[in-house]
T-cell receptor
């Protein structure tokens, strides 16, 4: 049971380049999330999805797009990378439970934009 | 929207001492309060959580308390060990058709032998 898997683990981009981060979960979770983690700022929600075919904006969505064509996959795209997008990106998933439930995180992607 | 504040940002203790990390939240509708531990270079992992119908929960050396009136919750680690050294994040969420976790900014705990 792999849980939540992110690819790639590391990436260096030049300003203006584009890329897609892939998140896959094998726990049949309804909810999936993309967070970015910056020093001193905790984990901030970029976009999220409540089910296959749905996406919604989180706290810091600008410069990112997402898609969830299959329940087990959640893709995060950067169309034109900027240095401000240098960060560690975490994908997470959780089941749909009314009183709250654990979010399971992927291992993270360290992105550097130069 | 929900806002979560976490203190202190860094905490240094001697092995065997207790450590306490405090969080406050802004939205009284929040009903789920997890704590995550993140070791250096690793993913955040849940260590304990509490729901709004409970005031305290304990799991071996860690415990969490919740004061809904004051809108704050705390993580208590007793008999700290060097392997407890990590960054700890609190979070709060409410379910309005979707559970959206809002995280605190983290506490770096250093346990010295």
């Amino acid at each position: 049971n792999a849980g939540v898997t992110q690819t790639p683990k590391f990436r260096v981009l030049k300003t203006g380049q584009s890329m897609t981060l892939l998140c896959a979960q094998d726990m049949n979770h309804e909810y999936m999330y993309w967070y970015r983690q910056d020093p001193g700022m905790g984990l901030r929600l970029i976009h999220y999805s409540v089910g296959e075919g749905t996406t919604a904006k989180g706290e810091v969505p600008d410069g990112y797009n997402v898609s969830r064509l299959k329940k087990q996959n959640f893709l995060l795209g950067l169309e034109s990378a900027a240095p401000s997008q240098t960060s560690v990106y975490f994908c997470a998933s959780s089941p749909n439970r009314q009183d709250g439930s654990e979010a399971f995180f992927g291992q993270g992607t360290r992105l550097t934009v130069v | 929207g929900e806002n979560v504040e976490q203190h202190p940002s860094t905490l240094s203790v001697q092995e065997g001492d207790s450590a306490v990390i405090k969080c406050t939240y802004s939205d009284s509708a929040s009903n789920y309060f997890p704590w995550y531990k993140q070791e250096l270079g690793k993913r955040p992992q849940l260590i304990i959580d509490i729901r709004s119908n409970v005031g305290e929960k304990k799991d071996q050396r860690i415990a969490v308390t919740l004061n809904k009136t004051a809108k704050h919750f705390s993580l208590h680690i007793t008999e700290t060990q060097p392997e407890d050294s990590a960054v700890y994040f609190c979070a709060a969420s409410m379910n309005t058709g979707f559970q959206k976790l809002v995280f605190g900014t983290g506490t770096r705990l250093l346990v010295s032998p």
